[in-house]
């Protein structure tokens, strides 16, 4: 059985403490975590991030003790133009701080040479605090297969690897197969979800943030692609669906289902 949790953006900007509870009720082991707060809020409500307040990652320490529960990606980090590795130490302590696993980048430098190193760079830093660096197959720089595995070349780093989520990697149109082109061992985290293909709503971020599907709801391989992950490598549920929510469908109940559909693939 693979190691489930539950991925921060399914749950709707959520009370980052409530949100911990809520996944140990469900038995799950572990959660993902944004620096900047939740990106999809259910109303305008734009709660505070990691990032910026103390307080609140205190409070997130403690819960995440009180039910043994660990991070195992904090989001948020990106390379730019004007952001280099050096300028993310702070948010590298925070990660450390949390305990978390892995951290996710994005690079969105034009000049991709200076991007690969500034991303090796960063990943000298995370190993220095214990962390894995990870970037997200079809975000930013690595929006395609041969941009991913450009970058993976480019960085060249042993404390660097991917982070597959189903919706993007599909939609990129990368296949099973091309698993075996980027390597297996280089994936180190997953974000599983389901969607129709084609793509039913015509908005991709507004599909992506709010109207994902559970697993064996979409058409997706999910059954082959998890039979070719490690066990050990950690597999977040990553399916906002608001539809849901307005509906009145507590987190509780659309969490369990969206477990047991996962455990049946």
């Given at each position: 059985m693979h190691d489930f949790g539950i991925e921060n953006l399914s749950s709707f900007a959520l009370d980052p403490v409530e949100f911990i509870h809520l996944?140990?009720?469900?038995?799950?082991?572990?959660?993902?975590?944004?620096?900047?707060?939740?990106?999809?809020?259910?109303?305008?409500t734009r709660p505070p991030g990691l990032g910026q307040d103390r307080t609140l990652r205190q409070a997130v320490i403690a819960g995440l003790r009180d039910a043994s529960m660990r991070v195992s990606l904090l989001e948020g980090f990106m390379i730019a133009s004007e952001v280099s590795a050096g300028?993310?130490?702070?948010?590298?302590?925070?990660?450390?701080?949390l305990g978390a696993r892995s951290i996710c980048v994005v690079?969105?430098?034009?000049?991709?040479?200076?991007?690969?190193?500034?991303?090796?760079?960063?990943?000298?830093?995370?190993?220095e605090r214990g962390l894995i660096v990870t970037t997200e197959f079809g975000?930013?720089?690595?929006r395609n297969?041969?941009?991913?595995?450009?970058?993976?070349?480019?960085?060249?780093?042993d404390n660097f690897g991917l982070l597959i989520d189903t919706m993007?990697?599909?939609?990129?149109?990368?296949?099973?197969?091309?698993?075996?082109?980027?390597?297996?061992?280089?994936?180190?985290?997953?974000q599983l979800c389901d969607v129709p293909m084609p793509a039913l709503i015509k908005d991709y971020m507004e599909e992506a943030l709010y109207e994902r599907r559970a697993p064996g709801d979409g058409d997706l391989p999910l059954g082959e692609f998890l039979g070719r992950i490690p066990q050990g490598i950690p597999v977040g549920l990553e399916i906002p669906i608001r539809s849901e929510a307005m509906a009145g469908i507590s987190h509780l109940e659309r969490f369990r289902r969206y477990l047991d559909q996962a455990k049946c693939l």
């Open positions: 996944a140990s009720e469900l038995g799950c082991g572990h959660i993902s975590l944004s620096l900047g707060g939740g990106a999809n809020p259910l109303d305008e300028d993310l130490v702070a948010d590298l302590d925070i990660a450390a701080e690079s969105m430098e034009r000049d991709r040479p200076r991007a690969y190193g500034e991303i090796a760079a960063l990943c000298d830093l995370a190993a975000a930013g720089t690595a297969l041969d941009r991913v595995r450009e970058m993976m070349a480019g960085v060249d780093h993007h990697y599909f939609r990129c149109g990368a296949t099973l197969a091309d698993l075996d082109l980027l390597g297996i061992e280089a994936i180190r985290h997953v």
